[in-house]
């Protein structure tokens, strides 16, 4: 006859078992998978007009369409962030990959990274990048992108994105100006060029769709 197990111990090896799997599909998906794709043009920039307003922690935010943008790209990293103005205005950075670098994102080993709203780069060894060329195609076929969404629809799907996904966004190239009540000011800049480098080169993107295509 096999050992009884008492409910008490059921109830303990259930919960540690629903415990263990949660905590593995947080890790899963926050960490996301390094792919590649292939056939991911570049992004399409077309002339716009208009603005937008938002309010974030006490600040009126004018937002100001430069450029109306469309990407489909692969997500190489992401990044949130939750400071008073910016955090709360663009809640999280994507960097994305689209042509060849998207293309042999999973054989070379960029070991991308994000930081204080930046992204980075490094290959192990330069020859790495024969397939793509040289440094500056990387840098033409990638971006960090802080997102601004317009809606909290568009937050729900931008905030599910992880490493690996292939999406589709919609919107605006913009800039930010904001104050408060007591005169304290925040601006914030889109860069409108994908082959810039260096501070101010980021996409700040007004997403007024977003899809994630697995």
């Excluded at 709203?117 to 971006?143: F, K, Q, T």
């Amino acid at each position: 006859m096999g050992r009884r197990i008492k409910p008490g111990k059921i109830i303990f090896l259930t919960l540690l078992t629903v415990v263990v799997g949660v905590l593995v599909y947080r890790f899963i998906e926050g960490r996301g998978v390094r792919r590649g794709i292939k056939g991911l043009g570049e992004p399409v920039q077309t002339e716009a007009e208009g603005s937008a307003k938002k309010f974030v922690n006490g600040y009126e935010a004018d937002i100001t369409f430069k450029a109306g943008y469309e990407i489909e790209a692969l997500v190489v990293h992401t990044k949130r962030y939750d400071s008073k103005v910016s955090g709360a205005l663009a809640p999280v950075d994507l960097a994305l990959a689209w042509g060849k670098t998207a293309e042999y994102n999973d054989r070379i080993d960029f070991h991308w990274s994000q930081s204080g709203r930046w992204y980075s780069w490094h290959v192990d060894d330069l020859d790495d990048l024969i397939p793509v060329g040289d440094v500056e195609n990387v840098e033409c076929s990638s971006a960090n992108n802080h997102i601004i969404p317009a809606d909290e629809s568009v937050k729900r799907t931008v905030l599910k994105i992880r490493r690996g996904d292939r999406v589709k966004l919609q919107g605006y190239l913009v800039d930010v100006d904001a104050a408060d009540s007591k005169g304290n000011t925040f601006t914030w800049n889109s860069s409108t060029t994908r082959t810039d480098t260096g501070d101010g080169s980021c996409e700040l993107i007004y997403v007024t769709k977003a899809e994630i295509i697995k």
